[in-house]
């Protein structure tokens, strides 16, 4: 079956850094991605990740190891409109998006 | 960047009615939409995939007789909400890719379905 996990929620600090862990189990596999998203809006493209290794942009870093179905968004210099739901999802061999439940980030002063 | 606009934003109707809700990409060309619900603190759920000029591929558990989708142009699709029950009251959220080979969606901003 296909199957993503993220955690529920995650706690962190304005200023700190943050590692949101994404597990994945997916039939065949075209890209990795991390969304962000604010309570009531629609979800933005933070990053994609079709190849193993780690991707920088700027704050926001995301890595992936295809081998071990693991992927991770790191955020650095939290800030606090950093406090969103954050969306991992892989694309399948039929380029269907299949979602994980989402990471709540809370961002605290 | 590619930008996709919904309408409406926001639309409330009585049990019963039927809704229209309009999804365009306004500067591209969207070979393939997706209509997504999110319920209140919960993840996108995808409701159908569809492709210009033909039938919209449903997920298990959506009902496309209740759901319908026309994707008649490149820059449009059009979901109908037909015989709204609170039950369905919802975001309801469009994303829009070029291909096969665009590997990015473009969400439109969503509409908030409230059904009486």
């Known amino acids: 079956g296909q199957n993503i996990d993220q955690p529920t929620e995650m706690t962190a600090t304005e200023g700190a850094i943050v590692q949101i862990n994404c597990t994945y189990q997916t039939s065949g596999f075209n890209g990795l991605f991390w969304y962000q998203q604010h309570a009531g809006e629609a979800p933005t493209f933070l990053s994609y990740n079709v190849l193993d290794g780690l991707e920088e942009k700027g704050r926001f870093s995301s890595f992936l190891s295809r081998s071990k179905g693991y992927s991770y968004l790191l955020l650095k210099e939290l800030q606090m409109k950093d406090s969103a739901s954050y969306l991992c999802g892989t694309m399948d061999s039929n380029y269907q998006l299949i979602w994980g439940a989402g990471t709540k980030l809370i961002i605290k002063p | 960047g590619a930008v996709v606009s919904q309408h409406p934003s926001r639309v409330i109707c009585k049990s019963g009615t039927s809704v229209k809700i309009e999804c365009r990409s306004l500067?591209?060309?969207?070979?393939?939409m997706f209509w997504y619900r999110q319920f209140p603190k919960q993840s996108l759920m995808l409701m159908a995939t569809s492709n210009e000029g033909s039938k919209a591929t449903y997920e298990q558990g959506v009902e496309k007789d209740k759901f319908l989708i026309n994707h008649a142009s490149l820059t449009l699709s059009t979901l109908t909400v037909t015989s709204a029950h609170p039950e369905d009251s919802s975001f309801y959220i469009c994303s829009a890719t070029t291909g096969h080979n665009s590997y990015e969606q473009y969400f439109g901003p969503g509409t908030r379905l409230t059904v009486t």
């Open positions: 500067d591209f060309q969207a070979t393939t």
